[in-house]
T-cell receptor, first 112, second 114 residues
Framework: GNSVTQMEGPVTLSEEAFLTINCTYT??????LFWYVQYPGEGLQLLLK?????DKGSNKGFEATYRKETTSFHLEKGSVQVSDSAVYFC???????????FGSGTQLTVLP | SAVISQKPSRDICQRGTSLTIQCQVD?????MFWYRQQPGQSLTLIAT?????????ESGFVIDKFPISRPNLTFSTLTVSNMSPEDSSIYLC???????????FGQGTRLTVV
């Protein structure tokens, strides 16, 4: 079955630091990959997505590239802000299973 | 993108009672899903809400505890029955418009059982 392994947290960074959150997956076929973000007290918001190998998803300065050869979809941002403090979830969907499979989530705290 | 509204947004309930959570989508969607997020944890799929047929439950979740309705293509409800403190979680609904597409989520229902 499908599974997502996500970098353990929590992660604490200073403002303007570089961010990487690792995500690897196991799936049959060709899944679509997503990063969702959950700000404190809120639901999940789609941050970015990639639907095929070598696609790069990007949004709000965040990027992730779909690497089929390493089955990875690592999230990066060159300069984080305090407002980026949230929980980040890597997820996938694929094949006939339309529901999402989530990673464990990574709590990011950015200090001023 | 679909807009999904959930209510209530939060509730505090007595053990042994039941709570029904409503999920409304602003457009017709083929499938709707209900997830549970226990404190500090990731999301776990409870069931797929199918329009016109019974919901499909994941392992560890049963219809008697989490009955689901899906009367049309824009609306679904999840009931958490005979609640205990272990049911304290965030419950989220989401949609699906097709294979390999992103899902959109409601803002969640934060349930505390005392």
């Amino acid at each position: 079955g499908n599974s997502v392994t996500q970098m353990e947290g929590p992660v604490t960074l200073s403002e303007e630091a570089f961010l990487t959150i690792n995500c690897t997956y196991t799936a049959t076929g060709y899944p679509s990959l997503f990063w969702y973000v959950q700000y404190p007290g809120e639901g999940l918001q789609l941050l970015l997505k990639a639907t095929k190998a070598d696609d790069k998803g990007s949004n709000k300065g965040f990027e992730a590239t779909y690497r089929k050869e390493t089955t990875s979809f690592h999230l990066e941002k060159g300069s984080v802000q305090v407002s980026d403090s949230a929980v980040y979830f890597c997820a996938l969907t694929g094949g006939s299973a339309r529901q999402l499979t989530f990673g464990s989530g990574t709590q990011l705290t950015v200090l001023p | 993108s679909a807009v999904i509204s959930q209510k209530p947004s939060r509730d505090i309930c007595q053990r042994g009672t039941s709570l029904t959570i409503q999920c409304q989508v602003d457009s017709q969607v083929t499938m709707m899903f209900w997830y549970r997020q226990q404190p500090g944890q990731s999301l776990t799929l409870i069931a797929t809400a199918n329009q016109g047929s019974e919901a499909t439950y994941e392992s560890g979740f049963v219809i008697d505890k989490f009955p689901i309705s899906r009367p049309n293509l824009t609306f679904s409800t999840l009931t958490v029955s005979n609640m205990s403190p272990e049911d304290s979680s965030i419950y989220l609904c989401s949609d699906s418009t097709g294979e390999n597409t992103e899902a959109f989520f409601g803002q969640g229902t934060r349930l505390t059982v005392v």
